[in-house]
């Protein structure tokens, strides 16, 4: 199970730990990848076959590798509040972006969270001058004067406030329903570990629970991975919202909310030229969730 660093992907770290995964009859070993993009690149060699992403990075696959398009199979998280666009001192408000740098990575929900929040005070991402760069640039990128504002998430945001005192503009809370993190499988996996999958779901909600029952010991735990201290992984977590196996079942139906934020995600894509119109969608399945909520009640 590939991990890059944000908080709403330590779990399956946690499960791993704590022995979580062995308990529910699985072998789970994480792998730390310190870029996301590279998480993406070894799902395309095939090197992996599950990933932890953002729906940009979904979508993104379905793009380059249309027959290895992953199906969605859990939600990891919204971002309310955990997604930003901050400034340097000096900018204040989103309409004084106007003509100014702004460092995003275009293969993340950056350029997505960007582009709402510039929609949502009149302008558009043609009103501002991007900069692609790699989310752990983007703090001394903001110090330097390189760039005026930037497009990021926890543990890099606490970085561009401690290195060059960044300052909030606008974040996930006011667009709620459309950023999530979500677990995918390659079309193989899902066809051969129908049992493990399910599995691995219940290990997930294990860890969630246990984070609830033993805060200290289990935050301590998945912050020290992320370099961060205990009360910034605290932090950071206050803008995600987490949902049980049971919510999610509602999430995932067949037709429902990730299937329209796909489509949404998907037409930002396009409008940046990123992807070609017509770039299939990653398929949403309930079936794993839906096997574990029932395993659960037996």
Known sequence: MPVSNFPGYE??????????AQSAGLDLQTVEFNDPQAIVHAYLRGDLEIAQLTTVEAVDLCARAPERCPILVLVLDESLGGDQVVARPGIDAMAQLRGKRVGVTLSTLGPYVLSRALELNGLGLKDVRLRNMTLDAMPSALASGAVDAAALYPPYS??????????????????????????VVSPRLLEQQQTALPALLRAWQAAHTLRQKQPEPSVELMARREGLSPAAFNRAEQGLRYFSLREQRAI???????????????????????????????????????????????
């Open 11 to 20: 779990y399956f770290y946690l499960a791993e730990q704590k022995g979580l």
């Open 252 to 298: 995932l139906r067949p037709g429902g909310p990730m299937e329209v934020t796909l489509r949404k995600v998907r037409s930002v894509q396009q409008s940046l030229n990123l992807i070609k119109p017509g770039t299939p969608l990653p398929k949403v399945s309930d079936a794993a969730v839906t096997a574990a909520v029932t395993a659960a009640l037996r």
């Open 158 to 183: 606490e970085a561009a406030t401690q290195q060059a005192g960044a300052r909030l503009l606008f974040d996930s809370r006011r667009i709620p329903g459309e950023v999530f993190d979500v677990l």
